[in-house]
């Protein structure tokens, strides 16, 4: 590889680390907030839990995991990028 596409591939990979760095403080507060909510859906009472206040909050942190899950899932692909962009920064 020539110098010039290796110092591409060079910024492309600095962009993408701070991309994936900003993802993952994004995934954190979003765990946060999952807990946060399911916290406060487990310490309503039983009735309060059957409420309808308190079927949207158990829904809200059920979808707030769900993104958690779909975070870990991109930052697993966006590692295996990484990887491929630094083998190729090395030819």
Do not use: C, H, P
Request: net charge negative; glycine share 2%; proline share 0%.
């Amino acid at each position: 590889m020539n110098k010039d596409r290796r110092k591409r591939i060079d910024a492309i990979y600095e962009r993408m680390a701070n991309a994936q760095s900003n993802l993952e403080d994004v995934k954190a507060e979003i765990e946060d907030l999952r807990d946060e909510e399911q916290d406060s859906f487990d310490n309503l009472t039983e009735g309060l839990q059957a409420s309808d206040q308190g079927q949207r909050s158990e829904a809200a942190a059920e979808a707030l995991a769900t993104s958690v899950n779909a975070f870990e899932e991109v930052l697993s692909y966006w590692d295996e990028v990484m990887v491929s962009l630094d083998e190729a920064r090395e030819q």
